[in-house]
């Protein structure tokens, strides 16, 4: 008996003549047993090899049981092929019934206790042929007890039937609380065929008894003798040959003194010596575990936090060592440097197909010192290689986004997608794609397909040299010498002094080093001014002055260099708060809080453009522009693209201002009364009073519906002073005309209500009206929810108004490269133009004398130098100027003439021309246009209709008016055809004026389709040599 781990001779065996001590081999046959009740003093030592050719179980209650108590079993390696090995579930032809509640040699309530039926009454294994070869022994074992049954069957179930396999006797092993153990050996006949196992209850057990008797513990193996019982449930078990239950301590293990092939460790297990797992230990490793070719090298397993620590233990106080561990609520893998001291911390993080570096980790790769969240190294090889599922998959990497890289939601700000790299169609398709997140939505940005073809999906280019180019070489450009060229804009406060605007200039300077000055504006040369300059660094810089304080600086990061088109704009929004932003070449570059623009300019002393009262500028401009508001990033990027200014804010002139020094000055009211009165110290103020019966207060400046253009954008401003006493008005709208509210410029309706009581208030609006016919207005309110003035049966309402004014908003200045010439014109209606001192033109659009020589064919005709037998040739022939065509004999054929005797146009091929442009009788050539030019001199604001007879035969005629020192405007007149007023006088010649809606005025029957009448808008002044160059083309 081997009791405790050490093998002893009991006290009723007589020990042999000599000890178990030799170094011959020693062996124990199949069925020898060391059989004793006690324990004696004899000892089994085995100094040779051991050979057990059957099992060796130690601390078990029975051997064949199968159920360890304590300590060590060495056996065969099997498997117990049947499945589950408690109920017979999965056994054909089973009883018709049975229970599971028996209590099972293990302590559970397993044991099954069959209730046979006339159709079922076996188990029967089935093993499929070519599953073992033939003669392969198989060892089926069981374990029965008997309850009611009274026969003599042992064991109860009998073998009957078996197919292909030959068995020999039954073995049983009896068991406390009355079980047996009953095992039997077949050896399969033809491993080509099927086999049957089959055991009978139907020659033991009554039809429908249910107490016959109980099984439990089935077990099916290779082999031809049973091993302890290896319990199934859902699939075959193997055990290995050794297993240990309880604890091992192995003291200075040697490799050849215990070799383990397999086992399983259940306690606590202390090794001195050194472990080598799957070959020798090696070297000074103390453990060392090599794998298969095919298999794992090992795999450790923790509940929870529990994991692995490698590294320093250092006593468990100052260690250091790397920990892994698991989160089992998230199904991550934990890797962070573990400190003893103070418990460590997380850095890095596996699962749910995720890698995650945290704690403000960095990732190395290619380097072991990382300077940011993720550095990637090489040298020679890519740095990175995305490839997708498949080379037709996508790959992305995104950037920024939200803690899962998924876009921000709408609106939010604080965490944006602002980059996106798809590579489409991967190698295959080979393009790049580029997307960013404004805010809401990723956004397709920018493709390269694979040939190098761009697409920008209709974004912008900015800040490309290619683009500058493209724009600006080719056109007239002025050029400044550095020495003593400028340009003196024209213009007054109402288009450079502005507290909010922005100001652009394409220039190009030939060097860099020193400090210059592009434009300067000042009321002061030193002490009161607005400055672009650029820098002896090569940076731009704007900087202004107020009263000799600074009233802001702005400087570009990018210097420029020498020889190349530069484009800057520089924005101010007047808010007080980084409201300036500098852009070169459409990008923006500084932003920047200035106290004032250029509004803090009280009188204007020069604008200069090339030059200030400090530094000269060596280049060329071509293109200056000044607005009285605020650009915003996109159109700065059109501007630097070449795009013209939208025409809503084209041509922004100062269009009206209320004067209330004689009456209300063109202002109607629906209702109320108005009038010219003062409040305090302000002079020029409309009173207004709300009438006591009336409702619906409105006033507005009936020029506005022929100074403004619906949709177009304007600026709205005045003051306001509502006593704080009032029984209804307490709030004012601005409106359009008699209608509803203006729009802002996005478009949706401005509905601010100014309802400050008891100071003078100041509003300034940007806006448009969308009413074709009508301007601006204001609406007197009852309450601040917006309704309208009710009527009043008390005292009447009083409000003041004073400082109305209406200028458009956009391009107030515009120096572009077209208008070039003796004067740097403004393009816009005021007319600014720039007076040129020694800076010359480059570039400009000219056309000189052309000569061609050698011939230059046309058809089978040539142009020749003047020679007898050109083709076409220019002669002048006495009074006639002549373009006439020859054969090349030199045989003239006079077909085309250009002539000067009698004749504007004439084709023919005689002295007689068949067609003639002036002919009055010719049906073969009709007259298609003439011009006819007519001069109007203002009659001193009196007279705004002017008639005039042109002649043209038609009433189907075009109408040009422009001013006569603004020849790059036109001036907005009504039109009507013939004539249509009386009381004229002269205003010209050729040209009578008289009035509108006046006396008189009325159609002038009997006049012919020859007359056409001009109502200006606004009756023209008196100028001396005539204000207005009428064409009219019929």
């Known amino acids: 008996r081997i009791s405790k781990g050490i093998a002893r001779w009991t006290s009723d065996f007589t020990p042999p003549a000599r000890p178990y001590s030799t170094v011959n081999d020693e062996f124990f046959n199949d069925y020898d047993k060391i059989a004793a009740t006690g324990i004696g003093s004899g000892l089994v030592s085995l100094v040779g090899d051991a050979h057990i050719t059957r099992s060796l179980l130690t601390g078990f209650k029975y051997s064949t049981a199968g159920i360890p108590e304590t300590l060590v079993a060495a056996e065969e390696e099997r498997t117990n092929l049947l499945y589950p090995s408690g109920p017979y ?21 397993s044991g099954i206790i069959p209730v046979c039926n006339s159709g079922s009454d076996r188990f029967q ?3 499929n042929a070519d599953t073992y070869a033939t003669g392969t022994k198989l060892t089926l074992s069981w374990h029965e007890k008997v309850l009611d049954y009274s026969g003599t069957n042992r ?24 079980w047996v153990r009953y095992h039997v050996t077949y050896t399969i006949t033809s491993g080509s065929s099927t086999t049957y196992l089959r055991q009978y209850f139907g020659n033991s057990f009554a039809v429908d008894a249910t107490n016959q008797g109980v099984f439990w513990g089935w ?17 075959s078990v193997k055990r290995k040959a050794l297993s240990v239950t309880g604890g091992i301590e ?84 934990f890797i962070h440097p573990y400190d003893y001291a103070t418990s460590g911390f997380t850095d890095l993080r596996i699962g749910n197909n995720s890698l995650t570096v945290l704690a403000g980790g960095k990732c190395g790769i290619g380097t072991t010192t990382p300077g940011s969240n993720l550095m990637v190294a090489s040298s020679g090889n890519p740095i990175l290689s995305l490839i997708g599922g498949s080379y037709t998959a996508a790959p992305q990497i995104t950037f920024g986004g939200d803690a899962t890289g998924n876009a921000p939601a709408s609106g939010n700000t604080g965490s944006k997608i602002i980059g996106q790299l798809a590579l489409s169609g991967g190698q295959a398709q080979g393009s790049l794609e580029f997307w960013t997140n404004p805010g809401d939505s990723l956004q397709q940005r920018l493709t390269i397909l694979k040939d190098g073809t761009q697409d920008h999906h209709a974004n912008r280019i900015v800040n490309s040299q290619t683009v500058s180019d493209l724009h600006r070489t080719a056109e007239p450009s002025l050029r400044f010498d550095g020495v003593d060229d400028f340009v003196s804009l024209g213009g007054d406060l109402s288009v450079w002094g502005q507290a909010k605007g922005t100001g652009s200039v394409w220039f190009k300077p030939e060097q860099v080093g020193s400090t210059a000055d592009i434009l300067h504006i000042d009321e002061s040369s030193y002490t009161d001014y607005w400055v672009l300059r650029q820098n002896s660094d090569g940076t731009m810089r704007v900087a202004g002055e107020d009263g000799n304080s600074s009233t802001g600086v702005i400087e570009s990061t990018t210097a420029v260099a020498a020889g190349k088109w530069y484009h800057l704009a520089v924005t101010c929004a007047g808010t007080g708060s980084n409201e300036v932003k500098l852009y070169l070449n459409g990008v923006e570059e500084a932003e920047a809080t200035f106290s ?12 200069w453009l090339g030059k200030s009262d400090w530094n000269k500028w060596k280049g060329e401009i071509k293109d200056l522009r000044w607005h009285n508001r605020v650009l915003d990033s996109d159109e700065v990027a059109a501007a630097y693209n070449g795009e013209s200014t939208p025409w809503k804010y084209a041509d922004a002139v100062f269009l009206y201002t209320a004067d209330w020094s004689a009456n209300v000055d063109n202002w109607t009211s629906t209702r109320g009364t108005g009038g010219v009165g003062t409040y305090e110290s302000e002079s020029e103020v409309l009173k207004y009073y709300a009438d006591a019966t009336d409702s619906s207060h409105f006033f507005a400046n009936s020029t506005g519906s022929g100074v403004t253009t619906a949709y177009k954008s304007y600026r709205v401003s005045f003051r306001y002073f509502i006593p704080s006493a009032q029984s209804h008005i307490d709030g004012l709208w601005i409106a359009e005309a008699n209608s509803g509210q203006v729009k802002n410029l996005d478009g949706t309706t401005h509905t601010t209500i100014y309802g400050t009581l008891g100071a003078w208030t100041s509003v300034s609006v940007d806006c448009y009206h969308s009413n074709l016919s009508s301007g601006f207005g204001i609406r007197a309110l009852d309450g601040g929810s917006g309704g309208f003035v009710g009527a009043n049966t008390s005292t009447d309402d009083i409000i003041y108004i004073t400082d109305w004014k209406i200028e458009a908003i956009g391009e107030v200045a515009a120096y572009t490269p077209r208008s070039i010439g003796d004067k740097w014109y ?26 061609v020589e050698g011939g230059v064919l046309i058809n089978d005709g040539a142009i020749r130098g003047g020679t007898s037998t050109a083709g076409v040739h220019l002669t002048s022939s006495g009074s006639d100027g002549v373009i006439q065509a020859t054969n090349n004999t030199g045989t003239s054929f006079n077909a085309l003439k250009i002539r000067t005797n009698g004749y504007g146009l004439e084709i023919s091929n005689s002295a007689t021309p068949s067609v003639k442009a002036t002919s009055a009788t010719s049906s073969n050539l009709k007259q298609v246009a003439r011009v006819e030019t007519f001069t109007v001199i203002g009659q001193g604001g009196v007279f705004d209709a002017y008639q005039m007879s042109h002649g043209l035969g038609t009433a189907f005629v075009n109408v040009s008016v422009v001013e006569d020192d603004s020849p790059f405007s036109e001036v907005e007149v009504e039109v009507r055809r013939g004539k249509w007023t009386t009381n004229t006088q002269a205003a010209g010649t050729g040209v009578t004026a008289g009035p509108n809606g006046g006396a008189g005025w009325a159609y002038q029957s009997g006049t012919t389709s020859d007359w056409v009448t001009l109502i200006f808008a606004t009756s023209p002044e008196s100028e001396s040599g005539g204000s207005y160059k009428i064409a009219i083309v019929g």
């Open 89 to 109: 579930t999965n056994w054909g032809n089973a009883p018709g019934s049975f229970t599971s509640t028996y209590l099972a040699p293990d302590g559970t309530n």
């Open 219 to 235: 077990q099916l193996e290779v082999g031809d003798y049973p091993t302890s019982y290896i319990p199934t449930v859902t699939t």
């Open 250 to 333: 192995a003291t200075a293990v040697t490799a050849t003194a215990v070799t383990a092939t397999t086992g399983t460790f259940s306690g606590d297990t202390t090794i001195n010596g050194k472990l080598g797992v799957g070959g020798d230990p090696h070297g000074t490793l103390p453990l060392l575990v090599i794998g298969g070719a095919t298999n794992k090298i090992a795999s450790f397993y923790g509940t929870g936090s529990n994991g692995i620590t490698i590294g320093d233990y250092g006593g468990g106080t100052n260690g250091k060592a790397l920990h892994m561990s698991m989160d089992v609520t998230g199904g991550y893998a």
């Open 596 to 607: 004032a623009w250029t509004g803090h300019l009280t009188a204007l002393q020069s604008v």
């Open 155 to 178: 064991p109860m179930g009998v073998l009957n039937g078996t197919v292909n396999a030959s068995y020999g006797p039954f073995t049983s092993e009896n068991l406390p609380n009355g």
């Open 125 to 127: 294994q089935t093993i």
């Open 826 to 851: 403004d393009e816009t209606s005021n007319a600014n133009h720039g007076t040129i001192s020694g800076a010359t033109a480059v570039g400009e659009q000219r056309l000189g004398s052309s000569r």
